[in-house]
């Protein structure tokens, strides 16, 4: 085997360089170009595993970690009241109450909406949806295919019956009652935290800039300060985006006389949150309940609406409010949405856009104010 024996030197090698290969000490093998890329390997793989280890304890512990991002957006989207109110004088205690009052009410305020319009019209649109399915069905059997047979709805109707009457459905429902109880364990500590973050938020901030000096010390400090603009931005510009879109589609339904209005226009709002996606999902639902209530033709009508809507948005009212804090491309934005969904559902679908905004707002000024890091600076200036 050639591969580990020692070779001699060819003839007529220079003598100075044949004592410079013997002399040579082993770990010089890694200064070569393979050895490069083989540490560089090594480095990809301890980042990986670090991030993976990271991602595990995020999942693992999701009841603390989800209310602590929460409460932290929302802190930053009300730091300038906060601000505002010390400047004018205000004890930082009354300040805090009095900003966490304005959050939870609000809260509060849109789950009581969703809660007593869908009890005070469920059971109209319940019988609504028993009248269209029969009319479904009714229609199916004018095809002149058999599309679906008696037999065959029959057996689906006895199936979920069974379903719902059988054991697996019942521990279905306790965990349901659990994932109750986690929400509200998570939402009492989330306003908890963020009682803190609103009181004391500056002062933590300083106890973390603790270990940094001279440069770092600037630089961690200009992250802090650009994450909590972009962050604060993005929630505020959201919310005032998706309080229009809830406004003009409640207009829309009102006056298209659709089945809880309220609701789905309180619906709109919360997934505007979620973008590209979120305005696709409300259409749809706007859209079904329009299509059993009042027929398919007020149902076109309903997509007329969401679809104008959106375009409005879209075109002139994002550009004006998110322009400054949202500057990120539609592909990283499905491609942060896929991630956060697959990492942490619902909730990780909404954190993610935000969470990637922050974090390509601290590129942009890693290396000064207005400086981005070195690899994400253009080369060149690229031709539309």
């Known amino acids: 085997m050639g591969l580990f024996r020692s070779t001699p030197p060819p003839v007529g090698a220079d003598p100075a360089e044949v004592e410079l290969r013997a002399t040579r000490p082993p770990w010089s093998l890694w200064a070569d170009g393979f050895g490069m890329l083989a540490i560089r ?42 601000r505002w109110m010390r400047r004018r004088g205000v004890p930082s205690i009354l300040a805090t109450i009095l900003t966490l009052l304005t959050i939870v009410i609000v809260l509060g305020l849109l789950g009581w909406l969703i809660v007593w319009a869908v009890r005070d019209q469920w059971d109209e649109l319940a019988a609504q949806a028993q009248d269209g399915f029969q009319h479904f069905l009714e229609w199916l059997e004018t095809l002149p295919f058999e599309f679906l047979s008696p037999s065959q709805i029959d057996e689906w109707v006895a199936a979920l019956t069974d379903f719902v009457t059988s054991a697996q459905f019942g521990s279905g429902a306790l965990a349901g009652v659990g994932a109750v109880a986690n929400f509200v364990t998570g939402l009492v500590l989330m306003v908890t935290i963020l009682f803190f973050f609103l009181n004391d938020g500056p002062q933590m901030w300083e106890f973390l800039l603790r270990p940094f000096r001279g440069e770092h010390y600037v630089r961690a400090r200009r992250i802090g300060d650009k994450t909590v603009g972009v962050l604060g931005s993005y929630v505020r510009g959201t919310a005032t985006v998706a309080l229009v879109d809830a406004i003009g589609i409640l207009i829309g339904l009102l006056i298209l006389q659709v089945p809880l209005a309220l609701p789905l226009s309180v619906l709109v709002f919360l997934l505007a949150f979620i973008p590209i996606v979120g305005a696709t999902i409300a259409g749809i639902l706007a859209a079904l309940v329009a299509l059993v209530a009042n ?45 956060g969904t697959v990492l942490g559902g619902i909730v990780g679908a909404v954190l993610a856009v935000p969470i990637a905004a922050a974090a390509w707002g601290v590129i942009q000024v890693w290396d000064g104010p207005d400086l981005p890091a070195r690899w994400a600076r253009p080369k060149h200036p690229i031709e539309s």
């Open 295 to 339: 027929g398919w033709v007020n149902a076109l009508f309903v997509v007329g609406v969401v679809v104008l809507v959106n375009q409005l948005e879209g075109n002139f009212l994002q550009p004006v409010l998110m322009g400054r804090s949202m500057k990120l491309h539609a592909f990283v934005i499905l491609i942060a949405l896929t991630v």
């Open 41 to 82: 390997s090594l480095q990809i793989i301890v980042v990986v595993a670090v991030a993976a280890g990271i991602i595990f304890a995020i999942q693992s512990l999701t009841l603390v970690t989800i209310p602590l991002v929460i409460a932290l957006i929302l802190a930053c989207a009300f730091f300038p009241v906060m």
